[in-house]
């Protein structure tokens, strides 16, 4: 469908998807060949250096170690180029493993545990589990969580739902900053994002306020001064912990569910992962997966890859009456962008 629409960027994140997802399954060659459509079709940096890492991890499985080391190190150049330091250093994470560089990792798994970035951490452990034993790691859990993969909350000895609006964007700032590499972000960043239309004096007291009333409403320092602005305490997040972990579960609803999107490189990572996952569970779990794909439909309504992905889980649970319904309200919906969608589910699914 994405082809019949000529939709370069549909098509290139699509092939990703799908290649990672053979790549699991332990089919190379055919994520070799999706790799290649996502690099032809790619729109966006970002959907250029997917296509380059699922094709270094196909190019590895099928044993073309050399080969495969060369685009690995594309991919860290492109992320270098880019600028997107977390996955600079999860790709030089796969440099270091076929380098043996324990050294190397010791270093990128500090920078991501300085940032809370727990997904690569676990990452370097498990290629190198001498690491697990590296002094300072915060190996106790945390005693707060800021749970963002539905209305954001904070989840301490208790669940709380925090109040006010300005607060919980300056929280989920704080942690998109911290999931980008970045650790922390400028008063200026900040002023700009929560009080464009304030001027500066106005501006500057309102974050005050809004970081005083946060810090006392909580009862425990979530924000910290910087030399170069604010940052995130020691906290962990359901975000990072769901890229550490591909816990669906951890899924309440869409991402920052009534907040504005800041950040759409997070948001996008997230989606992409959780649908990856979706995919993978389908058959195991096809409850699990039409959850979690009406979020996904729910935060990309127009998304014809999640429409897919929640029929097939629908008719794997045989809920057919909930299917049919479902599907004529999409065909409902995608009229008002002037989709036109075959008559059936069953000719939909042949064709996606």
């Known amino acids: 469908l994405a082809k019949s629409r000529n939709d370069m960027s549909r098509i ?10 053979m790549v699991l399954a332990a089919n190379p060659t055919g994520a070799l060949e999706l ?16 296509a380059c890492t699922n094709k270094a991890a196909a ?6 170690r050399d080969e495969a080391f060369e685009l690995w ?19 030089g994470l796969e440099l270091d493993r076929l380098n043996n560089d324990i050294e190397n990792a010791r270093v990128r798994m500090q920078w991501f545990e300085e940032r809370g970035l ?42 709380k739902t925090l109040r006010g609006r300005k607060r919980q964007e300056l929280l989920a700032l704080l942690l998109e900053a911290r999931m980008s590499g970045r650790k922390d972000l400028s008063k200026l960043s900040l002023l700009d994002q929560l009080y464009p239309d304030e001027d500066e004096l106005k501006a500057n007291s309102s974050l005050k306020t809004t970081i005083h009333h946060l810090r006392e409403s909580l009862g425990q320092p979530l924000i910290e001064t910087t030399s170069g602005g604010y940052a995130l305490a020691n906290c962990e997040s359901d975000a990072e912990l769901f890229l550490a972990t591909r816990d669906t579960r951890l899924w309440r609803g869409v991402y920052l569910e009534g907040l504005e ?8 990572a ?72 075959p008559e059936t589910w069953q000719a939909f699914l042949s064709q996606s």
Do not use: W
């Open 270 to 341: 997230l989606y992409l992962a959780l649908f990856q996952k979706a995919e993978a569970l389908l058959s195991e779990d096809p409850d699990e997966v039409a959850r979690v794909a009406k979020i996904l439909i729910e935060a990309e309504p127009y998304e014809l890859g999640y429409l897919a992905l929640y029929l097939r889980a629908l008719r794997l649970c045989k809920n057919h009456n909930r299917l049919a319904r479902h599907y004529q309200e999409a065909r409902t919906r995608m009229l008002e962008v002037g989709e036109s969608l």
């Open 118 to 159: 727990m997904n690569g951490v676990n990452i370097a452990k498990r290629y190198f589990p001498d690491l697990a034993e590296q002094e300072g790691l915060h190996a106790q859990k945390l005693a707060v969580r800021l749970e963002v993969l539905g209305s954001l909350q904070i989840t301490g000895s208790e669940t």
């Open 73 to 91: 190190s594309k991919a860290k150049n492109l992320a270098e180029e880019i600028g997107q330091p977390y996955n600079l250093h999860i790709v």
């Open 12 to 21: 290139a994140m699509a092939s990703c998807s799908l290649a990672t997802a």
């Open 59 to 64: 190019t590895e499985a099928l044993g073309r």
């Open 261 to 268: 999107r800041f950040d759409s490189n997070v948001q996008e």
């Open 35 to 50: 790799a290649a459509q996502a690099t032809e079709f790619a729109q966006m940096p970002g959907q250029t250096l997917n």
